[in-house]
């Protein structure tokens, strides 16, 4: 079965860190482009990062750059986020999401992140 | 950044009528455009992919069309499945973007 599978949301104070993991299966991890998708409570979707299949290249919204991370192992089919100085906006459920030309054909049923103290 | 303006952000429709969302992207993105559907609680579902191919499994009562920056989802007859918020995104140049969402409501 073809599956995202993402991990380790929960709560964490501001200025916290967290890591997710989204664990892939199905297909052939090493030749897809992968990314994090976030929403907010209410809100619409806002992609945040994505990674290269080889991992060599890496992108990010203004909106993380400097605070979070993206990483990938290829051995283990697994996508990472690492997440620093975290804050109130960025309480979001994140979503994995495989990349076939730019176009997310493939997503995690997503793992809540909640910012608050 | 590019920015992506979708409108409108609500939609009243009624079961079988022909639904239109627009979506305009600051610049050019080519073709470089796709669309998601959005169910309450679950993970987005790609519906059409690069402007105007419908991703596998996809009803072919959904359509896509683009005319220059200005990009639209077509729902030739609505399905009471269809009812949901649906966002664009554009993958022509990071950071990619999406528009703000169209909630389609039952009139």
């Known amino acids: 079965e073809v599956l995202l599978l993402e991990s380790g949301g929960g709560l964490v104070q501001p200025g916290g860190s967290l890591k997710l993991s989204c664990a892939a299966s199905?297909?052939?991890?090493?030749?897809?482009?992968m990314n994090w998708v976030r929403q907010a409570p209410g809100k619409g979707l806002e992609w945040v990062l994505g990674i290269s299949a080889s991992g060599a290249a890496t992108h990010y919204a203004g909106s993380v750059k400097g605070r979070f991370t993206i990483s990938r192992d290829n051995s283990k089919n697994i996508l990472y986020l690492q997440m620093d100085n975290l804050r109130a906006d960025d309480t979001a459920v994140y979503f994995c999401?495989?990349?076939?030309?730019?176009?997310?054909?493939?997503w995690g049923q997503g793992t809540l992140v909640t910012v608050s103290s | 950044d590019i920015q992506m303006t979708q409108s409108p952000s609500t939609l009243s429709a009624s079961v079988g009528d022909r639904v239109t969302i627009t979506c305009r992207a600051s610049q050019s993105i080519t073709s470089w455009l796709a669309w998601y559907q959005q169910k309450p609680g679950v993970a987005p579902n790609l519906l059409i992919y690069?402007?105007?191919n419908l991703e596998s499994g996809v009803p072919s009562r959904f359509s896509g069309s683009a005319s220059g920056t200005e990009f639209t989802l077509t729902i030739s007859s609505l399905q009471p499945d269809d009812f949901a918020t649906y966002y664009c995104q554009q993958y022509s140049s990071f950071p990619y973007t999406f528009g703000q969402g169209t909630k389609l409501e039952i009139k």
């Open positions: 199905g297909f052939t991890f090493t030749n897809s482009a």
């Open positions: 999401a495989k990349a076939r030309s730019g176009d997310l054909n493939l």
């Open positions: 690069r402007t105007s």
